[in-house]
């Protein structure tokens, strides 16, 4: 009795799968670390969202104070030109001291004054200031005196101006002059906003760009020399989204957009407030990477830390899982090679988890579909020699029902064969083209014997009958479903480029490709075999007949593929007997009309490729 030797316990692969899964447990870390850092980077946008909104609000704030200022000194001058001229500043008061005196009080009592003038009614007046108006000024204070004719205060834009050493960026403030509701004249005043641009100046730095613009888009001061004054701002979405509010803006906006600088796009965060008493906006504007600094720099570090943890837990994971992926990666292999039929492959793995007894299992069916192929693969090619061999042997029986065309069938296989090989169709066609060549003539088994085996030339009833072989054999074979691609070969081997074949008249490419290769193969075959009106042509005689007829009856590329065939001696034609040529009496006259008798026997001669008796 035999003792049998204990395997060894097997370890479950749960135990081994637990193991790696408690070592990864710190992923449930890195998602916690990655949500605390999501909090605080928004936290981090929203505090630099509200540091725009404050500077852009405290520069917008000091605008509007210096704007309510400016119009109350306005005002106040306005009234004390009413007293001291008495309300008369026609062309007789304006040029009084006194007035002159109060417009150059005005201008020196302010260093953001740079120039002021008193028109009258008359648009007559006096000025005073630092700055003498160009074309562009003047402009501007006509377009206030007609405002002050309406009773109209007015906010011009801001122009550069010289003064003899550095342009300055300034803008037009006036209000009218009435007493009791007559209108007197107009004050009109000249700020330089250089006080505007060092606070812009100030609130610069640290990537941020501030500017004013007014309601239509155009620059009125920067703190940068990038833009100039009077340049229009609207390509820049956070610009043009305050125009579009058509001097309606009364909260702060911020907003990240796009900057197309040259060929880069440049990511920007943008905050607006308006200034209403202006219909101006200050604007300022910072790259994000400027902008989320803190927020890139405190995520580097966050995702340098939860890679970290991430490596050292992968690195863990790593060593624990190849126990178990190596082996699964050699059955993988081993799978991939039985797939691709290759079953001689082995496992050979020394584990006590369930692989290794997965591996003995895989080694076990590998060997038995071995042999379980290897059986297939004989059966098959018993299979396939038996059905090849049946067709060869049907064929052949056609072959021996006529003795002009004994081997016939085995001949066109042949040819075919190397036509197509010359051609280099496909191998799934080589093995349609052999069994539809082999079985071409197959339909004379249906032709009576009478007819099939006469020797001399047929009646033109009896030459209709021996063309019925085609369709014939491709209704014997037409049940065999296996057998339908190679039908067209079979019933149309007869058939002629130029529409005079049969048995349906198709044309060039109506033709399958199939029937045009054996057909080049059957007519090489007819006409180097004896027949009963003619002996065997030669090849050489044969391909120049075949040659005429390329591009009439038989498709040209074959005909070429042929003729290289037989061009590298490929071909050998091996003479068997001989049967003499049927021909005309060399002293006939005249040649006869063609009766119905003979009428096939000529057409044969014409075309040797026809049908006649056993081609």
């Known amino acids: 009795m035999s003792l049998k030797t204990a395997s060894p316990a097997r370890i479950p692969i749960l135990y081994v799968m637990l193991g790696v899964l408690l070592v990864i447990s710190t992923v449930p870390m890195y998602f916690y670390s990655a949500q605390v850092e999501a909090n605080n980077r928004d936290r981090l946008k929203t505090n630099e969202r509200l540091l725009q909104n404050t500077i852009t609000r405290s520069l917008a704030d000091d605008l509007s104070q210096h704007e309510r200022s400016l119009r109350m000194m306005l005002t106040n001058l306005s009234s004390a030109v009413q007293v001291a001229s008495g309300g008369d500043i026609g062309a007789k008061n304006i040029e009084a001291p006194e007035l002159r005196a109060l417009l150059e009080n005005f201008v020196s009592s302010s260093d953001d004054v740079a120039y002021a003038t008193l028109l009258n009614s008359e648009a007559k007046g006096i000025t005073a200031g630092r700055i003498a108006p160009d074309a562009f000024l ?19 834009q801001a122009l550069q101006v010289e003064d003899g050493k550095l342009p300055h960026t300034v803008v037009l403030v006036s209000t009218p002059v009435s007493y009791g509701g007559r209108f007197l004249g107009m004050i009109g005043a000249v700020v330089d906003l250089q006080f505007l641009i060092r606070h812009l100046q100030e609130a610069s730095g640290g990537g941020l760009i501030p500017y004013v613009v007014d309601s239509q888009g155009r620059l009125v001061a920067a703190g940068t020399t990038k833009y100039v004054t009077g340049q229009d701002m609207k390509n820049l979405e956070i610009v043009r989204n305050f125009v579009d509010q058509g001097g309606k803006a009364q909260l702060a906006a911020t907003k990240e957009f796009e900057v197309h600088e040259g060929k880069n796009n440049i990511q920007m965060l943008g905050t607006y407030s308006p200034v209403t008493t202006l219909d101006w906006a200050v604007v300022v504007q910072k790259p994000q990477d400027e902008a989320y600094r803190d927020v890139i720099e405190m995520q580097r570090k966050g995702r340098l830390l939860a890679l970290l943890a991430v490596l050292v837990s992968i690195f863990v994971s790593i060593v624990a899982a190849r126990r178990i992926t190596n082996p699964l990666q050699i059955l993988a292999q081993a799978g991939r090679a039985l797939a691709r039929g290759d079953f001689s492959q082995r496992v050979h793995l020394r584990s006590r988890t369930e692989i290794g007894e997965l591996a003995e299992t895989f080694n076990t069916m590998s060997s038995e579909l071995e042999q379980f192929v290897e059986d297939l693969k004989r059966a098959a090619e018993e299979n396939r020699a038996l059905f090849l061999g049946s067709i060869q042997m049907l064929a052949g029986a056609v072959d021996e029902k006529d003795p002009y065309t004994r081997g016939h069938s085995d ?61 014939k054999g491709a209704n014997i074979l037409r049940p065999v479903t296996q057998l339908a691609e190679m039908l067209p070969g079979i019933e149309l081997h007869h058939e002629s480029l130029d529409g005079r074949g049969y048995p349906y008249g198709l044309k060039a490419d109506q033709i399958p490709l199939l029937a045009r290769v054996i057909a080049v193969a059957d007519t090489f075959d007819a006409l180097t075999t004896n027949r009963p009106y003619q002996h065997a042509h030669t090849p050489e005689e044969a391909l120049k007949i075949i040659q005429n007829l390329a591009g009439k009856r038989l498709d040209p590329v074959p005909v070429a593929a042929l003729l290289a065939v037989y061009a590298r001696g490929e071909i050998r034609i091996q003479r068997v007997g001989s049967i003499k040529r049927v021909v005309a009496p060399q002293s006939v006259p005249a040649a006869p009309q063609p009766t119905p008798a003979t009428a096939p026997v000529l057409a044969e001669a014409e075309d040797p490729s026809l049908e006649r008796t056993r081609v």
Request: glycine share 6%; net charge negative; aromatic share 6%.
């Open 411 to 471: 001949r066109v296989t042949r040819y075919s064969l190397m036509i197509a090989k010359e051609m280099n169709l496909s191998p799934e066609f080589l093995e349609t083209l052999q069994i539809s060549a082999q079985l071409h003539d197959v339909g004379k088994i249906g032709i009576e014997d009478h007819i099939l085996k006469k020797p001399g030339a047929l009646t033109t009833e009896e030459f209709e009958v021996m063309k019925t072989h085609t369709t």
């Open 138 to 156: 003047q402009r501007e204070l006509q377009h206030a005196y007609d405002a002050a004719r309406d009773g109209r205060a007015y906010n011009g």
